[in-house]
């Protein structure tokens, strides 16, 4: 089978400071390159602030989880991005053609994090208004912006449950990889738990 994006990859491929954006990059959105359109400007967008804010803690300090603090957000959202696509992938055939929204919606759903100051509504609505300019005219704006605003309580739509799925997921490896460096796993999670890790750095290497 040929990839979607044999034949259209541009000649300058965007590179960011962080390694691991470049190796996101080449593994989860070059592959998608020529059905992304229009969403390949709000990924780079999104990209570029990950790069440039995203050491900052992947989660508020009032979430609940101290450890999650010292997990960067730009680890954090590239985590979620790669569960979300993999799933998609794993459930639907065209998975080409939602592969657009779901990264823009897991890349972006706590990019409100990057922002100094508070705002009515939370780390959501700073969320939804770095996203705005960036998402303005995509078709499935709304779709974006439903999924980010529930995903956390009550998901609306696939996105959402999507999100909320692939958020589990990486705060799950985030947790007990926490617990190997605070020494609270037992031998039995520290085996499953390299092996999760190990498994996402074989990932990276691709």
């Known amino acids: 089978n040929t990839p979607p994006h044999a034949g259209s990859v541009p000649a300058d491929i965007p590179e960011w400071n962080a390694p691991e954006l470049n190796s996101f990059y080449k593994s989860y959105v070059l592959p998608y390159y020529r059905v992304l359109g229009d969403s390949r ?3 780079d967008q999104i990209l570029h602030i990950l790069d440039i804010g995203g050491n900052c803690p992947s989660a508020p300090p009032d979430e609940g989880e101290p450890c999650l603090e010292q997990i960067a957000l730009r680890d954090h959202s590239i985590r979620v991005a790669r569960f979300a696509v993999d799933m998609v992938k794993k459930a639907h055939r065209d998975h080409e053609l ?3 929204k779901v990264l823009i919606a897991s890349l972006g759903h706590n990019i409100g994090l990057t922002t100094e100051g508070s705002v009515l509504g939370g780390n959501t609505t700073k969320s939804l208004l770095v996203l705005e300019p960036f998402i303005s005219d995509l078709p499935f704006k709304q779709d974006i912006i439903e999924a980010i605003k ?3 309580d009550n998901p609306k739509g696939e996105l959402a449950r999507i999100l909320r799925a692939a958020n589990a997921a990486a ?3 985030e947790l007990n990889t926490s617990r190997i460096f605070d020494g609270t796993a037992n031998s039995l999670d520290l085996e499953k738990i390299k092996a999760t890790i190990n498994a996402y750095s074989m990932e990276d290497e691709k």
């Open 150 to 152: 529930t995903y956390n």
């Open 171 to 173: 705060r799950k490896v």
């Open 41 to 43: 400007a709000a990924i």
């Open 98 to 100: 939602l592969v657009g």
